[in-house]
C-alpha cells in the first residue's frame, strides 16, 4: 500500500475517535447535570472524594494493561471532573436566582 494512502487512512481513522471522544464528552456532561438534580434533592455537594477516588481507582485497574500512564489518566480525568464540577455548581447559581 501506498505510504501516503496508508497515512491518510490512519490520520481519518484517528479523526473519527476524536468526534467520538467528543459525542462521549458531551454525553457523560449530560449525565452530570442528571446527577446534580439527584444530589440537590438529596443535599449532597458537588465535590465528592470517595467518588472521585473510586472512580482514579477503576480507571488506574481498567487502564494499566493498556499503555496508559498513569499520570496521563491523572491529566485527562481531573480536567474531565473539573469541569464536571463547574457544570455543578454552575447548575446550582441558575437556580438560586
Do not use: C
Amino acid at each position: 500500500m501506498n505510504l501516503d494512502i496508508l497515512l491518510q487512512s490512519l490520520r481519518n481513522q484517528i479523526d473519527t475517535i476524536d468526534e467520538e471522544m467528543i459525542y462521549l464528552l458531551s454525553r457523560r456532561f449530560a449525565l452530570v447535570k442528571q446527577v446534580w438534580d439527584i444530589k440537590k434533592d438529596t443535599g449532597d455537594t458537588p465535590l465528592q472524594p470517595h467518588r472521585w477516588q473510586e472512580v482514579l481507582d477503576n480507571l488506574y485497574l481498567e487502564w494499566k494493561e493498556r499503555w496508559v500512564s498513569k499520570d496521563l489518566i491523572d491529566d485527562i480525568w481531573n480536567r474531565i471532573h473539573k469541569e464536571s464540577l463547574k457544570i455543578e455548581s454552575n447548575s446550582n447559581k441558575k437556580d438560586i436566582s
